[in-house]
């Protein structure tokens, strides 16, 4: 194991839960229906296919533009309820973190996330100076589950695919990781793996403890 590449929605931080709120209470007072079905497909993905899928989804019943409004008000309670307070983080996370830090396993990020917020969201939760690499979704044309941003990070930490690890939450991520050549675990966050994930996950974990544990098994094995 020479290099762990996180995602961060839903991996490093409980983001997604939070994002999912400040999508229901727009549901709620907009009367939207189906909204955490529509965010569910959301995951994983950038900032224009998420306007693409909330704009498919409503806009027959809601009118055309629906996508930007609920965007746009979405952003507005984000931003009052966390550009001072830091997001919620994963369990487990610092831990494994630390470990990998101890243990001088290179550690970068490959986030769909623009790199300004992923750098912002990280530096108010402590954890930036623990990544040596960070890439965000504006560094790619096309997000995942294209291999592409995995292959950016790889090459930007001067590994080879094949001697990096991937830690993944979604469908897309995993299959972006799979594409790239790497190694995919998968911690499952708001959607469970189906058989397509169980197929292409090296291993697929309950949450960051066992993924830990999984490192430091292979780490005494290499011993």
């Known amino acids: 194991m020479e290099t762990v590449i996180f995602d961060m929605d839903g991996v490093i931080f409980d983001s997604e839960r939070a994002c999912l709120s400040c999508w229901s209470e727009i549901a709620e007072k907009w009367g939207l229906d189906d909204v955490e079905q529509v965010f569910r497909k959301c995951i994983g993905t950038n900032d224009y296919q998420t306007r693409m899928i909330v704009e498919e989804s409503y806009a027959p019943k809601y009118g055309a533009g629906i996508s930007e409004k609920l965007l746009k008000e979405s952003s507005r309670i984000w931003h009052l309820r966390y550009d ?26 490959a986030s769909s996330t623009k790199k300004a917020s992923v750098e912002r969201e990280l530096k108010q939760a402590g954890l930036y100076s623990y990544f040596d690499s960070i890439i965000g979704g504006d560094a790619v044309k096309i997000s995942k589950p294209d291999p592409e941003i995995y292959l950016l990070a790889c090459r930007e930490m001067g590994v080879e695919p094949k001697d990096a690890t991937a830690i993944e939450d979604s469908y897309n991520g995993i299959r972006s990781a799979y594409a790239a050549g790497m190694r995919p675990i998968m911690v499952p966050d708001m959607i469970p793996a189906d058989d397509e994930m169980r197929r292409l996950a090296a291993v697929i974990c309950r949450d960051l403890p066992e993924v830990k544990k999984i490192f430091e098994k292979e780490m005494r094995e290499r011993v």
């Open 84 to 109: 001072e307070n830091a997001l919620p983080g994963k369990a487990g996370v610092v831990e494994l973190l630390e470990f990998l830090k101890e243990n001088n396993v290179a550690v970068g990020l």
